[in-house]
């Protein structure tokens, strides 16, 4: 990386100076089909320092970055099955963090796009890219946990952990499409996942190419605290336990965008935190009269109803987090006072 990153994000993109969950595995086929898509991508700095990161092949000659991975580079190069190939020029969307790169001759299989925008959430999801020093792709295996709006599509968080050098890296669904673009995580555990949008990525295939070496600019993520999106503002209270910062700023995002069911469910998080059960009751209802798959409402949802001595309503939770999320299942059951294997 060639400029400071803010505390609370960090991207997965491995730079040398001079200086919980149980997820089903894909099928050998599966993870054969995805990780063919999905290269090296090697960087050199103007200081004699380097680089690494993942990419997708979308297009003939054409592979999808994160920008802050080819930020600074004076030159570019991908690997796959042990060959390099020069990258010759970038189309930048630096605000989305999203670099399409022109690699001449490159031999590797196209992705197919999928849709970011379609994804539902308990989805299984599965991530590529050159962890480490990994001299081979490597995949991991989660589920959508949210999808949140932003510019006519969504940003993706999964479950699926990623590491540095992913940065770039693929978000394949259960049939193999590309559903998103690996790109940044928040520090610390419990850790946020964020997939870029590949309606982006779409979109992005018609720009004019610019040369690799081009002036930078910061994504949303690496701006300062007042431009980020209300996704990112929530996560320090959430995990400092903040309620009376989170329940400000969960009702300002659902304010100014009313039809987003995270900004409510954050809302009801703070309520439930703060004592306002009755208010945490009515917003998580209403978070799941929407979206019937949202594990996190229903678990407050059974918890409130444990609370209240509604214990076959929050038997019903628990039945249903069983086939959506077993570890949130297992939560509730533990919060519940019921044995679990």
């Known amino acids: 990386m060639t400029r400071p990153v803010p505390a609370l994000f960090c991207s997965a993109f491995l730079y040398f100076g001079l200086a919980n969950a149980i997820y089903a595995a894909p099928t050998d086929e599966l993870v054969e089909k995805i990780s063919a898509h999905v290269v090296k991508v090697q960087v050199g700095l103007a200081n004699g320092g380097y680089g690494l990161g993942s990419g997708v092949v979308v297009a003939k000659d054409q592979v999808v970055t994160n920008c802050h991975v080819v930020a600074g580079a004076v030159s570019v ?15 930048p969307d630096w605000y989305h963090d999203l670099c399409i790169l022109t690699v001449a001759g490159l031999n590797a299989p196209i992705a197919t796009f999928g849709s ?10 599965y991530t590529v890219g050159f962890a480490n020093f990994s001299p081979r792709p490597n995949a991991t295996y989660g589920f959508v946990k949210s999808l949140y709006p932003m510019d006519d599509s969504v940003v993706v968080r999964a479950s699926n952990a ?6 770039g890296g693929g978000l394949f669904d259960d049939t193999g499409n590309l559903v998103g673009i690996v790109t940044v995580k928040s ?22 190419e610019q040369p690799i070496v081009s002036k930078s600019e910061l994504a949303f993520w690496a701006e300062s605290h007042e431009k980020w999106p209300f996704f990112m503002k929530i996560v320090q209270p959430l995990k400092t336990g903040d309620w ?3 329940e400000t700023i969960a009702s300002q995002w659902a304010e100014q965008e009313p039809q987003t069911t995270e900004a409510l469910f954050y809302r009801a998080v703070a309520e439930f935190s703060l004592k306002n059960t009755a ?3 009515l917003h998580l209802n209403q978070v799941v009269a929407t979206n019937s798959n949202h594990s996190s409402a229903l678990y407050y949802l059974g918890l409130i109803a444990e609370q209240n001595g509604k214990r076959i309503e929050a038997l019903n939770m628990v039945a249903a987090l069983d086939v959506l999320d077993v570890n949130i299942a297992n939560e509730l059951k533990s919060a519940m006072g019921i044995k679990t294997d």
Do not use: C
């Not at 991908?78 to 990258?87: I, L, M, R």
């Open 244 to 246: 009376a910062a989170l």
């Open 279 to 281: 208010y945490a009751e």
């Open 187 to 208: 520090p610390g555990r419990d850790a946020f996942y964020y997939n870029m949008s590949v309606e982006w990525v779409q979109r992005l295939l018609n720009k004019p």
């Open 162 to 167: 990623f590491r540095m050098g992913d940065s």
């Open 77 to 91: 190069s991908v690997n796959t099955n042990g060959e390099n190939y020069s990258a010759s020029a970038l189309k």
């Open 116 to 125: 970011s925008e379609n994804l539902k959430y308990e989805q299984p999801v």
